[in-house]
């Protein structure tokens, strides 16, 4: 659908993540790089004719939904006019409470405009009395999480309301100043995002192309109790029970059973600067976390956590990675993605992002917001955790054919009751 009303004066040009993305390797519809946001509402469905015109009263306001960018190209374009009888389709559903996720599950991997900027929203009703969704995806070229936040919030936010925006790296608040020190310790983490991890190696390189979503939900105050027994944060709690996770996943289903000194997790780290929060494309940089192995509980595993993550907190390290990142040629970052992938390096990827401005559909609330992650080829398990108003959600995408990682979701909801319950015994327990 090639729109004769482009604009190629736009002022984004695309990182070499963006490039890379925009030609990553697929060998099925379900690891094409598609992510999105799955938002339940309460009230009557509005119809498709109502929701186009809500998105044609935003989107000037939304350069990101008005970006293309083709393949090869250097420039993002902007479109001045787009036709949204190919952006916004509604879908009635059977009555069912499962109806949601199975058609979450179908959807993400269904074809994007081609010609044009690469995000649909479906509008879907029937499964419950007085509820409908709205579910954004995009093409992850187009947006990374923490853009797609942005979105959400010119979207669906209180108009006129001029709220921060969820979407930039907070510790750029203030510009980091760094020295030569920075920029080595950024290039060492670098480097160990691509170090050999052992955790799949005895799969050798039998990964497919199949993926399937999963999710769970949790009091995100569960999160922060238990992790200020250790002085950590939310983030360490979930990195913890992940860590925990899949430990549990290999000694039930891996055969032989990962035995490492530690489970790595590889982490896009935002780095999205306070004015780029409605810039097109990816603003993160992948960094490398090792959490405890071993036959431990999920509460050793938290107490080692905030050193583990000491990195992830650092603003002058994000601010380090980002210049680096910023003047990385995209083969480079092509082939340190295909390194990140493969089978002798590859590690369960883990993203956490916060909406902070509670969001509505034209005075019908949205009460609470499910993501939808892209495991890449190569990645046979990819998590990203969204926390909103009292609630963090969790999908967790992993590959099909590898037995039992479908159970992962109840194996990290299980270690975050544990952590949870030694919390409250903790807090509850008298003190001598």
Known sequence: MTNPDSDNRSTFRPTAM???LRTAPAGSPETVPHIG???????????RARVAAHLAER???LPALTSYLAPGGKRWQRRAALDLDAYVVEQALAPDPD???RAVREL???PLPEDAPHWQMHLLHGHAPDRYVIFLRV???LQDASGLLHTLEVLFGSEGEKARSSAPYHGFDSRPSIGLGDRIRAGGAAADSLLRTGMWASRGSRFSSRREQHWCRVPTEALKAAAESCGGTGNDAYLAALAHALHTWSARWQRPAYTGSAVPLLIPANTRRPAEADAPGNRVAMMKVALPGGDITAAERLRSAPRSTRSLKSPRLREALRRLYDHMPTPLMRRSLEIASSPRHTSAMASNVALRTPLAFEGDPVTRIAPVMWAPEGIPLASLLLTYMDTTTVCFTSDRDIPGLDQIHHYWLEAVESL?????DDRERPSD
Do not use: N, R, T, Y
């Open 18 to 20: 963006d490039l890379a």
């Open 37 to 47: 946001m799955v938002l339940h509402c309460e009230g009557k469905p509005p119809g």
């Open 59 to 61: 989107l000037p306001s």
């Open 99 to 101: 109806a949601i996720d």
């Open 108 to 110: 993400i991997s269904e």
């Open 139 to 141: 093409h992850h070229a």
């Open 420 to 424: 949870a319950g030694k919390a409250h």
